[in-house]
């Protein structure tokens, strides 16, 4: 089989446009080719009076070979790429050995014990939160009352983070193994829609997530794992020799049972913030890393639709426009558009009392009347938070119960015009755009609740963002408050083996760990953890490497 790229047609092409241009790119006959797939579809909308859909097929041919030679200086046309998942080793049908725990069942700890499961090994899979649909309910109850339950929320619970985002479904993680496509496919097997694994920017949302989430927790019962919600850790048990090397050999729970386990991966998310302590007292060696922080942004959908695509907005195969902005400030600072959500909400995203914190949300149909992203600025620890690992955790606090007490104190998020923000002053009224935020806004000035080096930068960004996306920078836009929970804050450091640096039989995992960012390069480091536990298992450790990758 054969794979073109860069296969350009126009937006409205006929279906019969599609073969006809394979065969005119591979110079052969309709009897040739026998059949083709799409293996991905993008759009290019540089230019706004002609947008074009962009192909990569996969074409099988009667007679291959005579035209790959033909082809083979041509970068676009190739052997099909083997994408298809192999796993690394299986559980013998006699083993007896320990069961692995993954604390966590965000998407890395969730593919984490689907793989485990896969091969063999009945995972036992720990979260503090609840089933996704308690889960659901806790979240609505901050959403819509003002109350929130420091365990379930949109941080902690089945799913993770990812649940309550656009589910966005794609990285820019280096994947040579194909691990990405893996993950869709098992999404795909939960229920997700099928055209994830073709789409350049494939989504899915939140409500769509939360069924494929329970379906996958179905599948690993169904091969031995076991889950256990409302099972928060709170201690390590850790033994260490005469030559000082630890090794982990238990956990407590928030019950006060005490479990011995074997390999446990750590899994727990961006905002454990209490675990990370808990890490850090017992001695596992962790550092800080850089994050983000800033606001969230909104505009109507349909300004960014226009912008983006010219007459050809609202076209069924564009969808609803989406962005990617950066700028590299006067004062050293990086301001770039985060985690933004095509015809979505900014939803409330704290897990702690007291605190305000911001996402975005959006459905599989990205339908909402607004647009919005975080616009945050970079910070890192040698500047902003030096002298501790779990520095750049109390720079989030701080900020976050600014945003609260500024807010009113009631979970209502801070918020300003864009017009107002950029010249200095409170605000006092809104104009033509209505914040999505629930459970409400209070007009103020951010300047109040944000470092004054974020400030200026993104004030300065912000206009330079407006010359790249006419209308950006308008005055009715609305920033609401505030944006702190881009990326974990600390890492905790593991060797090639996946393990910690210090203490054998800790795996540490996913976004929380420092090693992802997004729902599909946390399930991807769930892959390769399940299988460097696995492989411990069988002692045949060493067989997958890049522990550092980051």
């Known amino acids: 089989m054969l794979r073109i790229t860069d296969l350009k047609l126009p937006l409205n092409h006929a279906e019969e446009a599609l073969p006809a241009a394979i065969r005119n790119r591979l110079r052969i006959t309709p009897r040739d080719l026998v059949r083709y797939t799409i293996a991905r579809r993008a759009h290019d909308a540089r230019d706004k009076m002609d947008i074009q859909l962009v192909y990569s097929v996969d074409v099988t041919l009667k007679n291959e070979a005579p035209v790959l030679a033909r ?47 896969q091969m063999g090994f009945r995972p036992i899979i720990l979260d503090r939160g609840k089933v996704v649909r308690e889960r659901t309910k806790d979240t609505w109850g901050l959403w819509r009352r003002s109350e929130l339950n420091p365990e379930s929320n949109v941080q902690f619970g089945e799913g993770g983070a990812g649940t309550f985002s ?54 690993v019962e169904a091969l031995g794992g076991e889950y256990r919600f409302e099972h928060r850790v709170d201690d390590l048990d850790i033994a260490e020799d005469a030559d000082g090397a630890r090794r982990l050999r238990g956990i407590r ?47 109507p959908q349909s300004w960014i639709d226009h912008a983006r695509f010219g007459p050809c907005a609202g076209h069924p195969d564009l969808g609803a426009a989406a962005y990617s902005l950066s700028h590299h400030c006067k004062n050293g600072r990086t301001v770039y558009s985060f985690c933004m959500c095509p015809g979505g909400t900014v939803v409330a995203a704290t897990s702690e009392v007291g605190r305000v914190a911001t996402n975005g949300m959006s459905q599989y149909s990205r339908n909402e009347r607004n647009a919005n992203s975080g616009i945050v600025v970079g910070i890192d620890p040698a500047r902003d938070y030096p002298g501790h690992p779990l520095a750049g955790i109390e720079l989030q606090r701080h900020w976050e119960t600014r945003a609260f007490e500024v807010g009113g104190g009631t979970y209502k998020a801070p918020a300003q015009r864009l017009g107002d923000f950029l010249a200095g002053r409170p605000s006092t009224a809104l104009g033509s755009v209505i914040p999505s935020y629930r459970p409400g806004v209070e007009l103020t000035d951010l300047a109040a609740c944000l470092p ?23 005055p009715d836009a609305v920033l609401t408050g505030v944006e702190t929970r881009t990326s974990s804050p600390i890492r905790v450091t593991r060797g090639d083996d996946f393990q910690s640096v210090n203490t054998a039989g800790l795996y540490p995992a996913g976004e929380g760990a420092g090693y992802a960012g997004g729902i599909l390069s946390a399930a991807v480091d769930g892959i390769k953890i399940a299988e460097a536990v696995a492989l411990a298992l069988t002692g045949a450790a060493g067989q997958v490497g890049g522990g550092r990758d980051r």
């Open 452 to 474: 004054e080096f974020a400030v200026t930068a993104m004030r300065e960004a912000l206009v330079a963002f407006g010359r790249e996306i006419p209308g950006y920078d308008h």
């Open 253 to 299: 729970l928030h019950s006060g049972e005490v479990m011995e386990t074997g390999p446990v991966v750590f899994a727990v998310g961006h905002s454990a913030r209490d675990t990370f302590h808990m890490l850090h007292d017992r001695g596992v060696y962790l550092e800080a890393k850089p994050f983000s922080i800033g606001v969230r942004i909104e505009h």
């Open 71 to 117: 082809f083979r200086r041509d970068r676009h046309v190739n052997t099909t790429p083997d994408t298809g998942y192999r796993f690394v080793t299986k559980a013998p049908a006699d083993y007896a050995g320990p069961r692995p725990v993954v604390v966590g069942a965000g998407p890395c700890g969730l593919f984490a014990g689907l793989i485990l499961a």
């Open 166 to 219: 656009d589910g966005k479904l794609w990285s820019q993680i280096k994947d040579p193994r194909h691990l990405g496509r893996k993950v869709l496919i098992e999404f795909v097997k939960a229920g997700a829609p099928p055209e994830i694994l073709t789409e350049a920017h494939p989504h899915i949302g939140t409500f769509r997530l939360v069924t494929m989430v329970e379906s996958m927790r179905r599948t």
